[in-house]
């Protein structure tokens, strides 16, 4: 198949052909996807994560047994792109038993530099985000910023629907806590975004209850 062929296929089927060895296939995945892993890692760690985008397409072939099309090849792509921050927070910190529920980016790993590609609005708020937990981070990231569905931030962070709703509801109590000095001239962009954000929370299924904390045997 030449070229334009491939260009045609979704993710999952060009997934196929570059686990089976058609390495034109891995390239135009790389293509795709690149500036969303690219973007994930700088907001996390700042500049210097090339290599970690890298080591993510590459690790998505190594345990390719994993994605079996159980989930899109997108949240699996950011499945590994997570294994792959996990791992380098516990490096960059040399910390190996590290409790990502509790723990925040800037407690392991803190970088000036995460937020100077954003506009003024964005850099605060990926600021602010740096000094959540780990777990609540991630899935306001990929809810709001990736927008994903509650289902898909579940398969990325392996963790059910009512979880993914706790960790969404406590981090932005912690985003409104961070914001919580008035501004000058009444509410800013920043209060603007918490509040649209605050607005698309995913909804509890009818009979479902408010999930206070996450589920030890979901997190």
Not at 54 to 59: E, N, R
Not at 61 to 75: D, P, Y
Request: glycine share 8%.
């Amino acid at each position: 198949m030449g070229s334009s062929g491939l260009e045609m296929l979704g993710d999952e089927a060009l997934f196929d052909r570059w686990a089976a060895g058609e390495p034109r296939a891995g390239h135009l995945l790389f293509k795709r996807h690149f500036d969303a892993v690219l973007r994930f890692f700088r907001r996390q760690l700042g500049d210097d994560v090339h290599d970690l985008v890298q080591t993510t397409f590459l690790g998505c072939v190594q345990a390719r047994e994993r994605f079996a099309h159980r989930a899109t090849f997108r949240t699996y792509l950011f499945t590994v792109a997570r294994f792959q921050l996990y791992k380098e927070l516990r490096r960059r910190s040399r910390r190996p038993d590290v409790d990502f529920g509790v723990t925040s980016v800037e407690d392991l790993a803190p970088s000036p530099s995460r937020a100077l590609h954003e506009r003024q609005e964005t850099a605060l708020l990926v600021e602010a985000l740096g000094r959540l937990p780990v777990e609540q981070q991630l899935a306001l990231y990929f809810y709001y910023i990736e927008d994903m569905t509650a289902p898909e931030v579940g398969d990325v962070l392996e963790c059910a629907v009512p979880a993914v709703r706790s960790r969404l509801r406590r981090g932005l109590a912690g985003l409104r806590h961070h914001f919580a000095a008035p501004q000058p001239g009444g509410p800013g962009p920043v209060q603007a975004t918490l509040d649209l954000w605050e607005a698309s929370l995913p909804e509890l299924v009818a009979g479902e209850p408010e999930p206070g904390t996450d589920d030890p045997t979901n997190a």
